[in-house]
């Protein structure tokens, strides 16, 4: 049984899943506090996402991650669609952030409808205390994507 759940207290108990999406648990700290939905799979926690919303401002998709035993079943993809239609109620667009050189992260987002819209040179090595590499490459700058709903 596939369920979607919001989730409203003790979302540290994800931690391991929200730090495969994003490795610096400060950063996480910064926007754990937003909408936090969670897939299980037959009582599993199978992938979450947060999103943080701000008045006046398009929600920002902040942090996805699927537990490596369900990946490459769609329930990323699944869980984001989700998202769209919870959100496109009351906005017209979504954004994300992601490394400019994670293909895969990319891809994924494309295939989700996400469109370029802006890059934040030296995102990454002026906000990590550590380096983040993707594929052996280092992240620096960070792209944004917009996705409209309606």
């Not at 979302?11 to 936090?36: C, F, Q």
């Not at 979504?94 to 990319?106: D, I, P, Y």
């Not at 890059?119 to 996705?147: H, R, W």
């Amino acid at each position: 049984m596939l369920e979607i759940r919001q989730i409203f207290e003790n979302k540290t108990i994800y931690k391991d899943m929200l730090l495969d999406a994003n490795p610096d648990w400060s950063m996480v700290e910064r926007y754990i506090g937003g909408d936090m939905y969670v897939v299980f799979v037959d009582g599993v926690t199978a992938a979450e996402a947060i999103v943080h919303t701000e008045k006046g401002k398009m929600p920002e998709l902040k942090n996805i991650a699927t537990s490596p035993k369900f990946r490459r079943r769609g329930l990323g993809k699944m869980l984001v669609r989700h998202l769209f239609k919870l959100y496109e109620k009351e906005y017209t667009a979504m954004c994300v952030g992601t490394c400019s050189n994670s293909r895969a992260a990319l891809a994924f987002y494309r295939g989700l409808g996400f469109r370029y819209a802006y890059t934040v040179k030296g995102f990454f090595t002026d906000n990590y205390a550590q380096p983040i590499y993707e594929n052996g490459a280092l992240c620096e700058d960070m792209v944004s994507l917009v996705k409209n709903l309606k």
